[in-house]
């Protein structure tokens, strides 16, 4: 079975600067993608970026990019320039290519963010 | 676009009680989630339908929980009778179709006491 650590329960960063969220995961198929997802106090969940484990590059959204290291099975989440709008929940998710559309989750980091 | 619709947001209960949560996905969303999201976890997937039919179901308590999704639109989520440990918050999420990207909405949070 697959399976997705976030070793931070907790991360803080000040305003304006950069703070990276870790994620590892656990698998032995070689197609897949990866997601990072943010929950508000709001809880609606929302896609921040994802990654397909055949792509070598990295993906990036605007202030948010990743470091995939398929070998080491690590999925970090770089967030750069820190807004205040940036604190939440952050989730890791794995996702099986071809075999439905199951998402395994991670516990979550919450990321807060001071002014 | 409308987003993912859910209600209740939110519910109390006691154990015993029978609840059910509603969801309606995106306009045109073949494929439809639900998810329970226990505080401090990650949500973990109950039941996926494509259209009105069940694709995954294997981590459903289904001796408690059960679920449709009459005319492969809106669904409903009910639980009979609620357990303490059935406290969580319950997601619905929706996708053109089981390889795309999942959107969810705000979700239910149930407490039973």
């Known amino acids: 079975a697959q399976t997705v650590t976030q070793s931070q329960p907790e991360m803080s960063v000040q305003e304006a600067e950069t703070v990276t969220l870790s994620c590892t995961y656990d698998?032995?198929?070689?197609?897949?993608?990866l997601f990072w997802y943010k929950q508000p106090p709001s809880r609606q969940m929302i896609l921040v970026i994802r990654q397909e484990a055949y792509k070598q590059q990295n993906a990036t959204e605007n202030r948010f990019s990743v470091n995939f290291q398929k070998a080491a099975k690590s999925f970090s989440l770089k967030i750069s320039d820190s807004q205040l709008g940036d604190a939440a929940m952050y989730f890791c998710a794995y996702r099986l290519n071809n075999a439905g559309n199951m998402l395994t989750f991670g516990g979550g980091t919450r990321l807060m963010v001071k002014p | 676009e409308a987003g993912v619709a859910q209600s209740p947001r939110y519910k109390i209960i006691e154990k015993r009680q029978s609840v059910a949560f509603w969801c309606n996905p995106i306009s045109g969303h073949a494929t439809l989630y639900w998810y329970q999201q226990i505080l401090g976890q990650g949500p973990k997937l109950l039941i996926q339908?494509?259209?009105?039919?069940?694709?995954?179901d294997s981590q459903l308590p289904k001796d408690r929980f059960s679920a449709e999704r009459l005319k492969g639109v809106d669904s409903t989520l009910k639980i009979q009778p609620a357990k303490l440990e059935d406290s969580a918050v319950y997601l619905c999420a929706s996708s053109w179709g089981h390889e795309e990207t999942q959107y969810f909405g705000p979700g239910t949070r149930l407490l039973v006491l």
């Open positions: 339908f494509q259209n009105n039919g069940v694709v995954d």
């Open positions: 698998t032995s198929e070689s197609d897949y993608y």
